[in-house]
């Protein structure tokens, strides 16, 4: 016979498994559901993400050419003055306006006004640097900033703008002309005065007959403009070697040199000097590197002896950089090893001997 309480420990027991059972149930439930949620709420996060990376890049940048717009400028044009006035770096803006471009609206209708809008700024940026910004100003107008580039070479660089425009073709528009105006950064001058000269300059371009390119020389608020510079290097186009990169870096050493040439004729502090040197030899050691392997893949024969020249051109330069960290830099050889070794000697002599055998072997890739 089974009394009532032995039966009732059982059925208590059970009891008690069952609400620790359907409490867990719960809890395991309430944690698969914050669980979902949390999972809803990450998506949800990297969505938000996603749309705020696509509407910051729509704000810094044209729809219509792909250059930045006036707010990317504004936020970058005062850090790249304080750059340029930190390392007494030239700095120059260039102002391009396309030529008659109402009359393509009027005649053909904005869709093709776009196109050709959109062709001009294809057909800037292969002429335009790495370093170079190209920034849709507003209607047919656009500004460059170029970084590390004396007004003589902002002049040039807007010169092979205008002819890359000309050369251009637009099915349904006259071959492209351009005006431009070009100014260099003067210390002391707000952004604001700095785009008013290059303005002005373009305006006379466009008076004088358009297809221009005019430069602003006037003197800075403090009139602190950098007399001409008896040794700066200008590059010509005659000094091109057909390969884009090649050109690219080879115009980049020439205002780079010319950067540390004005840093040493102005007498700047040694350690001026010493960061344009420092800057120019780790742009001439990517310079090397990218060349040889070009020199590589198009198995140029004489590749041995290049490599060997730009081994004494970068041991020359370190041992002038340690001379210059040292305090004994002899400034005769620097500028010396920057006319005569670097530029004369080697990017408009030495180099030259591989620029048809270059392009003969890498053909089209080479104007890529």
Excluded: C
């Amino acid at each position: 016979m089974i009394t009532p309480g032995v039966l009732a420990l059982p059925i208590l027991s059970a009891g008690i498994a069952a609400i620790a059972f359907l409490g867990w149930w719960r809890a395991a439930a309430r944690s698969r559901a914050l669980g979902h949620l949390a999972a809803d709420l990450s998506l949800e996060i990297d969505r938000l993400r996603e749309d705020l990376s696509r509407m910051e890049e729509t704000a810094s940048f044209d729809r219509l050419t792909g250059a930045w717009n006036r707010r990317r400028f504004d936020e970058a044009v005062a850090s790249e003055m304080g750059l340029a006035r930190r390392r007494r770096a030239p700095l120059s803006l260039i102002m391009l306006d396309l030529d008659h471009f109402k009359r393509i609206n009027d005649a053909y209708g904005h869709p093709v006004g776009d196109t050709v809008l959109a062709g001009a700024a294809a057909a800037f940026r292969p002429v335009l640097r790495t370093s170079d910004a190209l920034i849709r100003w507003g209607g047919e107008e656009f500004l460059v900033l170029a970084p590390a580039t004396t007004l003589e070479g902002a002049i040039s660089l807007a010169e092979r703008l205008r002819s890359a425009l000309e050369a251009a073709p637009f099915p349904n528009a006259a071959p492209m002309t351009l005006s431009a105006g070009v100014a260099e950064y003067l210390d002391g001058e707000s952004p604001e005065a700095w785009v008013a000269r290059a303005d002005q300059a373009l305006y006379r371009a466009k008076t004088e007959g358009r297809n221009r390119v005019m430069a602003s020389r006037n003197e800075g608020p403090s009139g602190n403009q950098r007399g001409p510079n008896l040794l700066e290097l200008v590059w010509e186009e005659a000094y091109g070697s057909g390969h884009r990169l090649i050109d690219e870096q080879h115009i980049l050493l020439f205002d780079l040199s010319n950067a540390l040439l004005s840093a040493l004729l102005e007498g700047q502090p040694p350690a001026v000097v010493e960061s344009h040197l420092d800057t120019l030899l780790h742009h001439a050691e990517k310079h090397f590197r990218d060349e040889e392997a070009l020199l590589r893949k198009a198995a140029y024969p004489d590749l041995p002896e290049h490599h060997a020249e730009h081994a004494r051109l970068l041991a020359s330069a370190h041992r002038l950089q340690a001379e210059l960290k040292a305090g004994r830099i002899d400034f005769g050889r620097l500028v010396t090893y920057l006319a005569t070794d670097l530029v004369k000697g080697h990017l408009l002599t030495e180099d030259r001997h591989y620029f048809t055998h270059l392009n003969a072997s890498l053909g089209q890739e080479s104007r890529a």
